[in-house]
């Protein structure tokens, strides 16, 4: 069977040492089968577990292969619509309840990071940046909005207290979470991983989910195994293909790329990003940026709506490293790679059940570091029967894009070229 590798990104180069996991090659039983060893999957199997369920994974290539040990590692809190569209859409109670969630995740990862001993360069704080005078007058209203539902550690940065903690002259102000920051993606994916097993959890690497058996006692098949559990949990996200085709009307994988330069050396690592926070502007289609734990600058930006792998990343994403820096003209790209995240038409993650023993979440459309880890709570929550956080997110409402399979990736990137002029023009 084909052994599908980590891609070739600065993560793996500089990943913790990787176990080899066997693939499946028997029935088992358990209690919870959980499709995929993203960041969902692997907060819901840990969760469950701390409260006495049996769990058993199945991931189709590696540990944190997909959007979890690909990403730009920045802990943003939130979600990637914000709450005041949530409110705007769900009665207030429920609304109440997600803006209440708003902040847990970044809690949740430094709790595992904690409790597990997670070796994952975690460092405190997180920096949206402002271009245009219009977005910081949205950076001041979220800030309320925010206060409102009880997260009040946000501070607004002036242009002169920006420029104190990014060395980057294109940004008028931004807003300061010391609740966000940054990690070393895959190892947080690696470590949650190694904690799931250490609990007593059984992880399966290159063991695709290629069926689901529904019913009573459904049965979830690989291609040389089959595990029969009391529930599922589906959480392949972008990867996930057709395996569930209900959930793949509502939502598109999307593709989005980041460089990694050579080591910078401290003093000019420290002129970019003094305090060492994470930065990401206020844009639709962002820049988002960070440095490694060995002083280089990762820096992500751009989508490709539908998932195709562009040709020559570092020639889509060097340009706008070298608008906001300048000073690196010369520095090498030693890292270039793609991931794929899943997008909603509303933004909002895609959270349910199918019948009473499969549930799903995905498609928290960018910024889902902190929402998978929310997610993993609130999924084991309602397998323990305690569902009313999880039904905030269910009762969410989606829709399928527009165009069907086979329009929606023109007419997303059509809108997204829409909001990207008005970024530009500043309206
Ligand atoms: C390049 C990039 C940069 C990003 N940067 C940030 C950021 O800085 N901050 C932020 O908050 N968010 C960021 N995101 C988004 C964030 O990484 C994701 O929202 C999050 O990691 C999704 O986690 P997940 O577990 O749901 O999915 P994934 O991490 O994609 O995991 C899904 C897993 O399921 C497996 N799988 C799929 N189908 C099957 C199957 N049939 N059987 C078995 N296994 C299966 C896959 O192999 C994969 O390992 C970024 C995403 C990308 C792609």
Redesign the pocket.
């Known amino acids: 069977m084909a052994n ?1 590798p980590y891609p070739q990104s600065y993560y793996a180069a500089s990943a913790n040492p990787v176990p080899e996991r066997p693939a499946l090659q028997d029935d088992v039983a358990t209690d919870v089968c959980v ?9 819901s199997a840990l969760f469950l577990l701390e409260n006495g369920f049996r769990v058993t994974v ?19 809190n939130s979600y990637s619509r914000d709450i005041d569209v949530i409110e705007r859409s769900v009665a207030p109670k429920q609304a109440q309840l997600l803006g209440q969630m708003a902040f847990e995740g970044s809690r949740i990862i430094r709790e595992r990071v904690a409790q597990y001993n997670i070796q994952c360069d975690l460092k405190d704080g997180g920096v949206f940046a402002a271009i245009t005078k219009k977005q910081m007058g949205h950076l001041e209203s979220q800030k309320r909005l925010w206060e409102r539902f009880g997260h009040t550690q946000l501070e607004l940065l002036d242009e002169r207290r920006i420029r104190e903690v990014v060395g980057c002259d294109q940004y008028v102000g931004g807003m300061l979470d010391m609740s966000g920051g ?1 990690i070393h ?1 895959l190892n947080l ?1 690696l470590g949650e991983a190694a904690a799931v097993e250490s609990l007593g959890g059984t992880i399966y690497e290159q ?4 069926r689901i058996e529904r019913g009573a006692n459904p049965v979830v098949h ?1 291609p040389q195994g089959k595990v029969r559990a009391k529930f599922i949990i589906v ?7 057709n ?1 569930v085709p209900e959930l793949s009307a509502k939502s598109m994988p ?5 460089i990694t330069t050579e080591p910078l050396g401290d003093a000019l690592a420290k002129s970019l990003l003094p305090q060492d926070y ?1 930065v ?1 502007d206020c844009n639709y289609l962002l820049d ?1 940026y ?1 440095l490694s734990g060995d002083k280089r600058l990762i820096f ?1 930006g751009g989508v490709v709506y539908g998932a195709r792998d562009p040709a020559n990343i570092e020639a889509i994403i060097r340009p706008k490293m070298l608008k906001a820096f300048p000073q690196l003209k010369d520095v090498k790209i030693d890292y270039a ?6 997008l909603t038409l509303s933004r909002l993650p895609q959270v349910g059940r199918l019948g009473d023993n499969i549930y799903y ?2 498609g ?9 880890h929310l ?1 993993g709570k609130v999924l084991a929550e309602a397998l323990r029967g305690q569902a009313e956080r999880f039904d905030a997110f269910a009762d969410l409402p989606h829709y399928p894009f527009p165009g069907g399979q086979l329009l929606r990736t023109p007419f997303s990137a059509l809108g997204a070229w829409y909001y990207t002029l008005r970024d530009k023009l500043g309206v």
């Open positions: 599908t499709i995929g060893a993203g960041y969902t999957g692997l907060s199945l991931e189709a290539a590696k540990v944190g292969f997909g959007a979890s040990g690909r990403n730009g590692g920045q802990i943003v940054h993606p994916a063991s695709p989910a290629v690989t959480a392949g996200n972008a990867y996930l293909g395996l999307c593709g989005t790329q980041v994470c990401e988002y960070r992500g790679w793609t991931g794929n995240f899943l979440s995905q928290c459309s960018g910024h889902g570091v902190t929402y998978t997610a």
